[in-house]
């Protein structure tokens, strides 16, 4: 086995896991603990930018959990938690809150798109999350994020953050993080609209794909998802790198998002998908992508249920993961409130 070096990701428990999280994160989340030491955190303290009912917040927080489990990562190798649980996060967080810069964060899509027209009205925690995403990451000096993409800016302000740490204070402290960014479905789109990414927010419920939909579900969603009159499209769709055209992903975003999602499911290239059913009508390139969700996600919905029926085993997890995390993030802590200057008689 051999380790590469150490990853840290998170999701945030606010609801409606779906589709999206698990191809562009957790299904890599489970592929890569083989190779790396793996940090996997349930990030409750970013759920609260946004107001959370606290018993939904202790549901969620828990089906988080269970999806890391029952997708595949292993608790005894990788460590699973919930942020809140370990004080390294919160307390790196207020020093990266000094070390990042009011320009850098205005220039966040995440927070623009969240706070919406209602700026004034937005916590400042969801300003500053990125500054507190800066600090899970570093906590752990963690060398790798494997992320979707729609957190790509994230993590480079993650790498600002560490930069200027290291500058401000003559250290060669904090590594630069690599984001791994992989596969074919680093960003899905909402099965209504092609143009805009499937997210936990969408009013909409066909919008998404829920990790605990089952098969009958699974079908309905997949059969009413937007498509075009055309057939699927074929080999002329794919450019040098075998992948598909820009001109086809603008013009027809819908269609090129369930090959994406169906390649991925059925862990083939692009080009696998278009060989075989280029040129065929979308409602039968639907029964087979109904198919294959069913047999790859049906499993995980059902072992989701099983274990949310489990508190006191999902629990047994997270404390467990909070413990080993917390013996990791301490020290460097310790080590970082050193350079700060604090003193700890
Ligand atoms: P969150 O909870 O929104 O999403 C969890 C993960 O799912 C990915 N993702 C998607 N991938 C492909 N297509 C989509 N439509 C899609 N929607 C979401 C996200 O990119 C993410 O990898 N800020 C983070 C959580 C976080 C974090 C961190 C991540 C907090 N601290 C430190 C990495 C490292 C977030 O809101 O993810």
């Known amino acids: 086995m051999t380790n590469k070096g150490r990853i840290f990701s998170g999701v945030q428990p606010t609801g409606n896991l779906h589709l999206g999280n698990y191809l562009g994160a957790i299904r890599n989340f489970v592929n890569l603990q083989h190779d790396y030491e ?36 292993d608790p005894t190798k990788s460590i699973i938690f ?3 649980q370990v004080s390294a996060h919160a307390n790196l967080a207020w020093i990266f809150n000094c070390v990042s810069r009011l320009g850098w964060l205005n220039r966040m899509t995440q927070f623009k798109d969240k706070a919406g027209k209602n700026r004034e009205n937005a916590s400042t925690g969801l300003y500053a999350y990125p500054n507190l995403m800066a600090a899970d990451i570093l906590a752990y000096k963690a060398t ?20 200027k740490f290291n500058n401000d204070f003559g250290v060669d402290y904090f590594p630069l993080t690599e984001p791994l960014i992989l596969g074919t479905s680093t960003r899905v ?9 499937m997210s936990k927010s969408d009013p909409s419920e066909y919008s998404r794909i829920s990790l605990m939909d089952g098969p009958d579900e ?33 013009e027809r975003p819908e269609a090129v998002n ?61 404390k467990d993961g909070a413990e080993r995390a917390a013996a990791i993030a301490e020290p460097i802590l310790n080590e970082v409130q050193d350079i700060v200057g604090f003193l700890r008689p």
């Open 38 to 73: 793996a940090i996997y955190c349930v990030v409750d303290l970013h759920a609260i930018t946004v107001w959370q009912d606290p018993k939904v917040l202790r549901a969620n927080t828990r089906e988080i959990a269970a999806a890391f489990l029952a997708a595949g990562i």
């Open 82 to 84: 919930n942020q809140s």
């Open 218 to 250: 699974l079908q309905q969603k997949v059969r009413k998802a937007k498509t075009d009159p055309l057939p699927v499209p074929d080999l002329e769709a794919l450019d040098d790198k075998r992948e598909i055209t820009a001109d086809v992903k603008a």
């Open 189 to 197: 789109m909402s099965l209504r609209d092609g143009t805009k990414k």
């Open 258 to 318: 369930l090959i994406g999602i169906f390649s991925t499911l059925a862990n083939q290239t692009t080009e696998e998908t278009v060989k075989e059913y280029g040129g065929q009508p979308f409602s039968d390139f639907k029964k087979a992508l109904t198919d294959v969700a069913v047999e790859r996600l049906g499993p995980i919905g059902t072992e989701m249920k099983r274990l949310m029926a489990d508190e006191g085993h999902v629990d047994a997890v997270l």
């Open 144 to 163: 790798h994020v494997p992320v979707g993409e729609d957190q790509k800016q994230h993590l480079e302000l993650t790498r600002d953050i560490a930069q």
